[in-house]
């Protein structure tokens, strides 16, 4: 298993993981909003007049209305990454890191406009009259190769097989098992809740909602997604009032290093411009999936006579999800300044490094070269043996980095108690451990316990962590639901309306097993679908692009003529 890990992990940094994939969502993003002349800005105010519902019209098709579209696509892209994610990248590349995640944003606001207008153009109806779109279909449709004497390679279908096979996976890898885990280990730290009690529970309600299709789905995610929207933000806005000494160098922190990377900080011991670029671009497109094509497949449910007015809703969605949302986070992180304190907590096997010398955070020489370490610019020479431990205290003259930090006051225990023995480690890596032998220390956090210990600086003190808690359940659970759909309408393009029920009995299934089981490989899957989706996706934008151009063109002039009243950002 652990090789298979590895291998997957390695693929990642050659496809999704590499600097190239990057670039061409930005890159992708970034032509877009220069050859649509920066739409996310200039039908920002239309949009929110069709989510409102001002154009409707009673012939319009489809399966939800326009905001129950948003809210579902929402609900997909609002989840662990709002709360961890955010966290995550600050952990690694600083407060800069926040500013890359809010550019991506922008940026991804005209990707997902442009992918969803091609999703509802070419979208279909399957056998049971349900809307049945997303990349896949417009993939099918037109990008087809035509050659001499009408003869026609059917790339376009094959791409789109090629996508919604990519979708079905990514529904269990990202949508799914390690959002029901997140929530288990949630409720277990802060409720003592059992794991397999949480799976239960939960499986049992996204069987009532998923089985009823896109309609139930709608009804449960309009109301839903508001309401946790709410919910997150007072309790952030409780922590950032609450520092308020902190709010105007917080912010300012976020642009002060932003082409320098951020320097050593507390028990942060810098990042380079690299990382915090690295850390904001990837947590930013991880949250709003832009790009990805996942979103398309609910708007493409929307009723609207025109493709290009649900495009423009899409618009709404990374604003609303990173922008905002993300953008809360990231305050709260900085105003608390829980992001650079070093905290006590049981360390991960997989946060560890051990090195071969000992280190201080008092000799700016060794946090340097610390820093550079960690920067992977120049690394320090890591431990290989038996790691030598008697009453509990390590006996080598070693140095142990954990979540990237200096860790000090190290104790190893077995089962609570000092622990005597020896360990294996080979290239700075625990590679084994007798049974129950944990690491405890002070080092700092990161991912969703980092924003749990920032709530706690607040009004509500200590309650503040049920905020995070309760916002994660809600959050990752409503992943859940949407990554069904997006997974129920690809099995609809590979086999039909008529197996869907039993991707849904299978996907609340695993969703059970997978509060109680350990979902590293499955994370892993899911780095590797999401490029799988997004590399056809982003091709098939770039290729029809004229096609946008001209398809906008045409709403405006049908629409100039139905509401020749009324003002529009077009000349």
């Known amino acids: 298993m652990q090789q298979i890990n590895d291998f997957l992990t390695t693929l990642h940094n050659y496809i999704g993981g590499n600097y190239w994939f990057i670039f061409l969502l930005l890159g992708t993003g970034t032509f877009f909003t220069v050859y ?10 239309h949009a929110i007049k069709i989510v409102k519902g001002k154009y409707d019209k009673s012939t319009d098709k489809g399966d939800t209305s326009h905001f129950q579209a948003l809210a579902t696509a929402l609900s997909g892209t ?54 049945a779109g997303g990349p ?97 933000f007072v309790g952030a806005l ?22 320098t990377g951020t320097a050593a900080t507390g028990g942060f011991l810098g990042a380079g411009f690299a990382f915090a670029f690295n850390q904001g671009v990837n947590r930013g497109l991880f949250s709003n999936e832009s790009g990805q094509g996942s979103a398309p497949i609910a708007h493409a449910a929307a009723k609207a006579h025109e493709p290009v007015s649900e495009g423009m809703v899409a618009i709404l969605e990374p604003f609303i999800d990173t922008i905002i949302i993300c953008f809360l986070t990231g305050l709260v992180l900085l105003s608390s300044g829980v992001w650079k304190e070093k905290l006590p907590n049981q360390f991960q096997k997989t946060d560890i490094e051990v090195l071969t010398a000992h280190y201080s955070e008092n000799k ?21 043996g038996k790691l030598d431990i008697k009453d509990g205290q390590l006996q080598e003259n070693v140095s142990i980095i954990h979540a990237r930090s200096l860790a000090s006051e190290v104790v190893v225990l077995e089962s609570g108690q000092p622990f005597t023995g020896r360990i294996d480690v080979v290239n700075g890596k625990v590679t084994t451990t007798p049974y129950n032998v944990t690491f405890r220390g002070n080092s700092l956090i990161h991912s969703a316990p980092l924003t749990t ?108 003529q139905e509401y020749p009243d009324e003002k529009t950002p077009e000349k």
Not at 244 to 252: C, H, K, R, T, V
Request: include cysteine.
């Open 238 to 259: 409780a922590v950032i009032l609450f520092n308020y000494q902190n709010i105007i160098p917080s912010f300012a922190s976020i642009f002060l290093d932003l082409f």
């Open 364 to 384: 700016p020489s060794d946090v340097s070269r610390l820093e550079n370490h960690l920067n992977q610019t120049a690394r320090l020479p890591l431990f290989s």
């Open 136 to 232: 896949m279909y417009y993939m099918k449709k037109r990008l087809n190769i035509s050659i001499k004497n009408g003869y026609r390679i059917k790339t376009g279908y094959w791409m789109g097989g090629f996508f919604a096979v990519a979708t079905v996976l990514s529904s269990f890898g990202s949508g799914s098992l390690p959002q029901i885990n997140s929530i288990s280990n949630s409720v277990f730290a802060t409720f003592g809740i059992k794991h397999v009690i949480t799976g239960a529970i939960m499986a049992f309600f996204l069987a009532l909602i998923i089985i009823g299709g896109i309609k139930r789905i709608a009804k449960v995610t309009e109301r839903l997604v508001p309401f946790m929207a709410i919910f997150y």
């Open 36 to 45: 649509l002349r920066f739409p996310q800005i200039r039908y920002f105010r």
């Open 453 to 560: 210990a920032a709530f706690s600086k607040s009004f509500f003190g200590d309650f503040g962590k049920y905020i995070v808690s309760i916002g994660l359940l809600l959050f990752a659970f409503s992943t859940s639901i949407a990554w069904s759909y997006y997974g129920d309408r690809a099995v609809t393009y590979l086999f039909g309306a008529n197996y869907v029920l039993i991707y849904r009995i299978v996907f609340v299934i695993a969703f059970f097993f997978a509060s109680f089981t350990d979902t590293t490989i499955i994370w892993n899957v899911s780095l590797l679908t999401v490029a799988f989706m997004a590399i056809p996706n982003l091709f098939g934008l770039l290729v029809l692009h004229r096609e946008v151009k001209s398809t906008i063109k045409d709403y405006w002039k049908g629409f100039r």
């Open 78 to 131: 609002v989840g662990t990454g709002n709360i961890a994610g955010v966290a995550l990248a600050v952990h690694l590349g600083g407060p800069a890191a926040i500013f890359w995640m809010l550019l991506t944003a922008f940026l991804g606001m005209c990707t997902k406009f442009v992918e969803v207008t091609l999703s509802h153009k070419y979208r279909d109806f399957d056998e049971k009259g349900m809307v």
